[in-house]
T-cell receptor, first 114, second 111 residues
Framework: EAQVTQNPRYLITVTGKKLTVTCSQN?????MSWYRQDPGLGLRQIYY???????DKGDVPEGYKVSRKEKRNFPLILESPSPNQTSLYFC?????????????FGPGTRLTVT | DAKTTQPPSMDCAEGRAANLPCNHS???????VYWYRQIHSQGPQYIIH???NNETNEMASLIITEDRKSSTLILPHATLRDTAVYYC????????????FGPGTRLSVLP
């Protein structure tokens, strides 16, 4: 089944404790992206990647890192989480093509930083 | 990318058509209109997209005005499972930088 998976789905952590949220897709998509969703603000892009070893900042990259060493994986790293990073996080993937019209989203990771 | 304006919320009776409007008066000639929806904190789901012509698929229809400054997403026979937040996005590509989902329209389908 074509899908985007995220782990963990739920995470409660403390300020300053490094964490990684994994994202994996099995559709051979070039493009992958991370979003965060906060009440009343819609989904905002954190980082995106157009292919392996190619990453770039989105709208709200501060406090986050990403890497794209393999095509299927795009982990989101919080080196020193803070309470303002408490949010619902989504990973998405897509083909990079003029005929590509759909981003596929993962189920989300709900992160709480205390 | 062109900005969009959507009503914050709408109600629709079950079995009736749901018509969700979107204004995008600054849309450029090469920008598509995309619609996604998000059901209760799940990942967003693609619905439909269009450039100039009206489009229909198994989920919905998209009506774009001739001047392309606004569009309407139509769910022909809304069910309770269509209760969701619907996002209208105007972009050249469906990927890349600053792909932002605005507040959208919260559609409530009522029994």
């Amino acid at each position: 089944e074509a899908q985007v998976t995220q782990n963990p789905r739920y995470l409660i952590t403390v300020t300053g404790k490094k964490l990684t949220v994994t994202c994996s897709q099995n559709m051979n998509h070039e493009y992958m992206s991370w979003y965060r969703q906060d009440p009343g603000l819609g989904l905002r892009q954190i980082y995106y990647s157009m292919n392996v070893e190619v990453t770039d900042k989105g709208d709200v990259p501060e406090g986050y890192k990403v890497s794209r060493k393999e095509k299927r994986n795009f982990p989101l790293i919080l080196e020193s989480p803070s309470p303002n990073q408490t949010s619902l996080y989504f990973c998405a993937s897509s083909l990079v093509s003029r005929n590509s019209y759909e981003q596929y989203f993962g189920p989300g990771t709900r992160l709480t930083v205390t | 990318d062109a900005k969009t304006t959507q009503p914050p919320s709408m109600d629709c009776a079950e079995g009736r058509a749901a018509n969700l409007p979107c204004n995008h008066s600054t849309i450029s000639g090469n920008e598509y209109v995309y619609w996604y929806r998000q059901i209760h904190s799940q990942g967003p789901q693609y619905i439909i997209h269009g450039l100039k012509n009206n489009e229909t698929n198994e989920m919905a229809s998209l009506i774009i005005t001739e001047d392309r400054k606004s569009s309407t997403l139509i769910l022909p026979h809304a069910t309770l499972r269509d209760t969701a937040v619907y996002y209208c996005i105007v972009r050249v590509d469906n990927y890349g930088q600053n792909f932002v989902f605005g507040p959208g329209t919260r559609l409530s389908v009522l029994p």
